[in-house]
């Protein structure tokens, strides 16, 4: 299994700027692709974005391309996730997931909740 440890988040005034941070640990080789997903109250959790472990592909939603992007440090075995020009439909409970098996960075969203590791979560609170 990996364990995984997200933080960062906060609140800010709408056009501010986050930058969440996702440690991983345990079976960290066995973990390749990456990527952050988000809940908002009364809304099913939705995918953000993704990276791939080795080769640093990534993929967005549409939702935040152009304000958001997603990093990764391989010595440290973690993931960040940089947040511009925030909105506050960007509210929400955000979760770092990683891939139990290698698949592209595209299909972290698609995998079976057994297929990925979860973290607690981190708010974010963007005001008007």
């Not at 906060?10 to 809940?39: D, I, K, N, P």
């Not at 939705?46 to 993929?59: D, L, Q, R």
Request: proline content about 3%.
């Amino acid at each position: 299994q990996v364990q995984l440890v997200e933080s960062g988040g906060g609140l800010v005034q709408a056009g501010g700027s986050l930058r969440l941070s996702c440690a991983a640990s345990g079976r960290t080789s066995s973990s390749y692709a990456m990527g952050w997903f988000r809940q908002a109250p009364g809304k099913e959790r939705e995918f953000v974005a993704a990276i791939s472990w080795a080769g640093g592909t990534t993929v967005y939603a549409d939702s935040v391309k152009g304000r958001f992007t997603i990093s990764r440090n391989d010595d440290q075995n973690t993931v960040y996730l940089q947040m511009n020009n925030l909105k506050p439909d960007d509210t929400a409970l955000y979760y770092c997931a990683a891939s139990l098996r290698l698949v592209p960075p595209s299909e972290l969203a698609t995998l079976h909740d057994a297929e990925r590791s979860w973290g607690q979560g981190t708010q974010v609170t963007v005001s008007s």
